[in-house]
């Protein structure tokens, strides 16, 4: 009976649960399926708890690539590191993660104005009041994942939309 169970439990359920977390954590690698609730847990007023900016950031599409933080307090500006170069991605993939990853940044961090993302041969610059007038709402409000969906991620879907949303919102 132990054994039955041991080859049922390794052989069928252990996969399955195994394929489920495989699958939902390559959803979250990607705005359109990503899980933006998860994120409230983040959620700050003040951008100088590097520990908190870095949580949030780990959290988000693109985190593979990671390379650490640096915060400007005088600014209020954060600036987030990757290891690679932007030639390395499609293009328009890039500019939906870079604007998915700002615009939650400034919505769970209420006093960051600016975030800059350095990669290898660029740097992208998104700011606060430029997100805010592309929302067209209170950052703050977009806590509720419903109207984050409705206000952020249905605007990200179309190619033309994306690219709209980077060019209003990057200060390059």
Do not use: C
């Not at 489920?20 to 409230?40: I, M, S």
């Not at 005088?74 to 590191?81: G, K, L, R, S």
């Not at 007038?133 to 952020?152: F, I, M, R």
């Amino acid at each position: 009976m132990g054994i039955i169970g041991l080859v049922i439990v390794e052989g069928f359920v252990n996969p399955t649960i195994e394929a489920k977390q495989d699958q939902y954590e390559a959803e979250q690698q990607n705005p359109l399926t990503h899980d933006f609730a998860v994120l409230a847990k983040y959620r700050s007023p003040y951008m100088g708890d590097n520990s908190n900016l870095s949580h949030l950031n780990q959290a988000l599409p693109l985190r593979e690539k990671l390379n650490g933080y640096r915060l400007y307090p005088e600014t209020f500006t954060a600036q987030v590191n990757y290891s690679m170069d932007t030639r390395e991605m499609n293009a328009e993939e890039l500019e939906r993660i870079l604007v998915y990853n700002a615009v939650t940044n400034f919505v769970m961090i209420d006093n960051l104005q600016t975030v800059v993302y350095q990669f290898e041969n660029t740097s992208q610059t998104l700011r606060r009041e430029s997100a805010q007038q592309w929302t067209g709402t209170e950052l703050k409000e977009l806590q509720n994942p419903e109207l984050w969906n409705s206000t952020v991620r249905e605007k990200l879907v179309e190619p033309a939309q994306v690219k709209e949303a980077f060019s209003q919102i990057v200060d390059n």
